[in-house]
């Protein structure tokens, strides 16, 4: 591992005043450009970018499958943040490949799609993320992904074929339509290539496109009728908010236990821009943001991260919807809730950190940044 402390960004000034670290690899997070050296039209609206160090060395910062990266572009001159999954195997040294879907009216999916080119380079940090398996967490692992939820547990497929792990591998995945199945013919080849690899895929609103495989949603017959020993597997669900929900009720009904099914969702925020955010005119309390020197109100329907961001108090954030741990910081005092932590780790939360875009005050508060 190489560690290499955060440089300034060209965009946002001067470096966070403190190393980010890693919470599944105990690493610090490394930040740097790294440049586009391919794209790759992978299926509908969808293309894989591959970077690597413009002088060709390898990678300068290792992850595990399903990590992600945050990428700090400025699409329109407006500086943003937005996390990726890694969906190539960390077994690749000489880069990394995300793969995107460019969403409708969606800011940076757009900017890469439409704007990034060969050899321009892009600020990343990375890596992030508790979504990871591989291998040695169990014997046999079930995948389950919706649309382009398939990027983390292609990262885990391509890591455990590449180190022949020898567990089985369930890999259920659920798609639009053929034209939107993503990595169609990597995964016949893998399939071919590994008895232990079984891909399941269905389609939920094929139309008229060529399809002689399942139709509709993950729901629990396919699961029962897929998955031998189901209440015994670790099951890994990452895909659209709906088809989590029933796909995880599927398991739950089916005798998976809880802490056997890890989710992410990439909390892709619907937000338009042309609509001002009116807050409620209640205030909860006081944010002491302590490095910056700043108090301010917090509403009663206002995130401390929210507030940060109408004082100018600069708070790292990628997601805003509590998945990928970017707005962690210190609760030095006083109390907050927050509706999801599940970028957090039992760690995290034992040394008193938050999720800025989740927390919402009981009183006044004082935070770290
Ligand atoms: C841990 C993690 C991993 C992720 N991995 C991946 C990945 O591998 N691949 C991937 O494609 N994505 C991934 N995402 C999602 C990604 O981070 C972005 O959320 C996604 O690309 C959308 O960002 P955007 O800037 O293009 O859209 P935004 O500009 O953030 O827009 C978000 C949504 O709001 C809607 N919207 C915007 N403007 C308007 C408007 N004026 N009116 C109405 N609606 C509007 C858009 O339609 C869009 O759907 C991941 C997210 C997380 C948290
Ligand atoms: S911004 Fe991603 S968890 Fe808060």
Redesign the pocket.
């Known amino acids: 591992m190489v560690n290499i402390l955060p440089s300034a960004s060209k965009i946002r000034g001067a470096a966070a005043p403190f190393l980010k670290i890693d919470p599944t690899t105990k690493e610090t997070r490394w930040r740097g450009k790294l440049r586009l050296s391919e794209s790759v039209e992978e299926a509908h609206e969808v293309k894989t970018f591959r970077f690597n160090l413009a002088n060709g060395e390898p990678i300068p910062f290792e992850y595990l499958p399903g990590q992600?990266v945050t990428v700090h572009v400025a699409p329109q001159g407006v500086p943003?943040r937005?996390?990726?999954?890694i969906?190539s195997s960390p077994t690749s040294r000489d880069r990394i490949e995300?793969?995107?879907?460019r969403?409708?009216?969606?800011?940076?999916?757009?900017w890469l799609h439409d704007e990034l080119g060969i050899g321009d380079e892009v600020e990343i940090e990375a890596p992030s993320?508790t979504f990871t398996f591989s291998g040695k967490e169990a014997e046999s692992v079930v995948l389950i992904g919706g649309g382009?939820g398939i990027?983390?547990l292609m990262s885990v497929l391509r890591y455990l074929t590449a180190t022949n792990w020898t567990g089985k591998i369930y890999l259920i995945l659920s798609f639009r339509s053929p034209r939107d199945f993503i990595f169609r013919e990597e995964l016949a080849e893998l399939q071919a290539l590994h008895a232990n690899l079984c891909v399941t895929v269905t389609m939920s609103d094929p139309g008229d496109q060529p399809w002689s495989g399942r139709v509709g949603r993950i729901d629990a017959d396919l699961l029962a009728s897929t998955v031998p020993d189901l209440t015994t597997q670790r099951v890994h669900v990452c895909g659209p908010a709906p088809m989590m929900e029933t796909v995880t009720g599927a398991l739950a009904s089916l005798g998976v236990p809880q802490d056997q099914i890890k989710k992410?969702?990439?909390?892709?925020?619907?937000?338009?821009?042309?609509v001002k955010q009116v807050r409620s005119t209640e205030i909860a309390g006081k944010a002491t943001f302590l490095a910056s020197g700043v108090t301010a109100p917090v509403p009663v329907d206002a995130t401390i991260l929210d507030a940060a961001d109408t004082a100018g108090v600069s708070i790292d954030n990628?997601?805003r919807?509590g998945?990928?741990a970017s707005c962690r910081v210190k609760l030095v005092s006083g109390q907050v809730t927050m509706d999801i932590q599940d970028g957090l780790t039992d760690q995290d939360k034992a040394e008193g950190y938050i999720l800025a875009c989740q927390a919402k005050v009981q009183g006044d508060v004082e935070v770290d940044i």
Do not use: N, W
């Open positions: 992600f943003t937005r996390s990726y999954t969906a995300i793969t995107v879907k969403e409708d009216r969606g800011l940076v999916s757009q993320g382009v990027t983390p992410e969702a990439f909390g892709t925020v619907k937000r338009d821009p042309t990628a997601c919807s998945t990928c």
